[in-house]
């Protein structure tokens, strides 16, 4: 099959893998994240780094969001693995690489991606590709959410067991889904095993983001919007631990991006820190 006739993931997916790559080529040590395997996978062309979107000061801040949630989600996975949970689902994957960064400590789990089928045809050809491989703990699990197709049925079909706890991780997904969608998602997710852990992004109104980020955070809505891919949805953190508690979470935290920010910032001398916009929920049935 040729590589020119799948088609490639969508460009949001790709921006936050470059992004991540971008943090490892410009920031100064220490890296929060350490991945350029996303990079290897997209091949943008060498000069990816010219890209407005890459701009190394304008979007610092959104380069360091991405990279302190991929590190607060990885640390969650390490945690959440010693305590005995060995399923880790991930919702709307695009080109996560964490199998392929922490084979020691993914090989202990079973790691179920979803995506939508292109992405995930083109994802299982590029690791082949790339000399990756897909080995028999990592699950690529297609599922067209626009035709309506339940991603719960698909993962038991992939071989999760319902009757075990996971990890369950939506990174950049809530501010492109309805409302409606989202709380269905919290609901199929709350009604997993007991011991089952969600962490789920999603963006918070204009009016509660930091004055500096505001701009930024507009323009990453326009740029959303002229590629296809508009911002439909933002939540307030109250708003948020409301839907997970009437899904079912008994117990339901949010995690400002300020946390992520001084959990991994704090000693930089080069002043990069996550803008102010997305924040976590991080919920356990």
């Known amino acids: 099959m040729a590589h020119e006739q799948i088609e490639a993931p969508d460009n949001t997916a790709v921006r936050t893998a470059l992004w991540r790559a971008m943090h490892l080529q410009i920031d100064p040590p220490p890296h929060v994240v350490e991945d350029e395997i996303g990079l ?3 091949a943008p062309g060498d000069d990816w780094r010219d890209r407005p979107d890459m701009d190394p000061q304008a979007t610092s801040g959104f ?6 949630r991929a590190r607060f989600i990885e640390d969650l996975i390490a945690e959440q693995a010693d305590r005995g949970v060995t399923q880790y689902v991930i919702l709307g994957a695009g080109l996560d690489t964490f199998a392929q960064r922490k084979p020691e ?33 990592l699950h690529l699990v297609p599922v067209d959410f626009e035709a309506g197709a339940s991603w719960s049925e698909q993962l038991s079909t992939a071989g999760f067991d319902p009757g075990r706890p996971a990890v369950v991780v939506c990174t950049g997904v809530t501010m492109y889904l309805t409302k409606d969608a989202t709380a269905a998602t919290l609901r199929q997710v709350a009604g997993l095993a007991a011991g089952t852990t969600l962490a789920m992004t999603f963006l918070l109104p204009t009016g509660l983001v930091d004055d500096a980020d505001r701009p930024g955070l507009r323009a990453s809505e326009e740029g959303a919007r002229a590629s296809g891919t508009p911002f439909i949805s933002f939540y307030t953190p109250q708003e948020m631990l409301a839907l997970a508690r009437e899904a079912g979470f008994t117990d339901a935290r949010h995690i400002p991006g300020t946390l992520l920010a001084e959990r991994y910032f704090t000693d930089r001398t080069d002043g990069l820190r996550p803008s102010s916009g997305e924040n976590l929920l991080l919920a356990t049935t």
């Open 40 to 42: 290897q996978l997209a």
């Open 63 to 68: 380069r360091a969001a991405i990279v302190a």
């Open 105 to 137: 400590l993914a090989s202990r789990l079973r790691i179920f991606e979803i995506d939508q089928p292109d992405t995930q045809s083109w994802k299982r050809h590029r690791l082949i590709e790339l000399g990756y491989g897909i080995p028999d703990w």
